[in-house]
């Protein structure tokens, strides 16, 4: 039930303001990225439970959804601890390159960090709900904040 509601929520923010570029200067992939990216994405396909990204929220980020406004099929896991909520997604469908970290905290924003298995972060910002609000993330910020979501999805696949 509160994940439909974080993703209904995330859905209209990301409506209402077109996603922005992934920030100035962020990097191609580390040596961490690329090979955890694929760890994580894989672990995903095998276990993640069947759910969909909206079709809104699919072409604010850039990746579009199927033509006539029907949601992006995904592969999906997601935790809470501390009150703060993270779900990771990939494509269900074979051919699409795409892994997406959504990390919902309590103070009402929601970080964005959307990333390929190839090519690693692309775009990473920050929305608020309440205040119809998006922002890019610094390059510095997201960066880190970024190979902190890779530490924590790795782990969970190593781990479940």
Known sequence: MRLAAFLAALGLACAAHAAPSAPAGVQKESALESPTLRSIAGWLRAHGASGYLGADVAEAMGIGGDAGGDSLPARQ??????????????????GRDFVLFMVQHPDDQVFFYFSTVREGLKK?????????V?????????????????LYWEDKAATR
């Not at 990473?124 to 119809?132: E, K, L």
């Not at 998006?134 to 979501?149: D, I, M, Q």
Request: charged share 30%.
């Open 124 to 132: 990473a910002f920050v929305s608020i709900p309440s205040r119809n």
């Open 77 to 94: 896991r997601g935790f809470r601890n501390d009150q703060v909520l993270r779900i990771a997604q990939i494509p269900a469908e074979e």
């Open 134 to 150: 998006v922002a890019p993330l610094e390059r510095h910020e997201a960066e880190r904040n970024f190979r902190s979501e890779l």
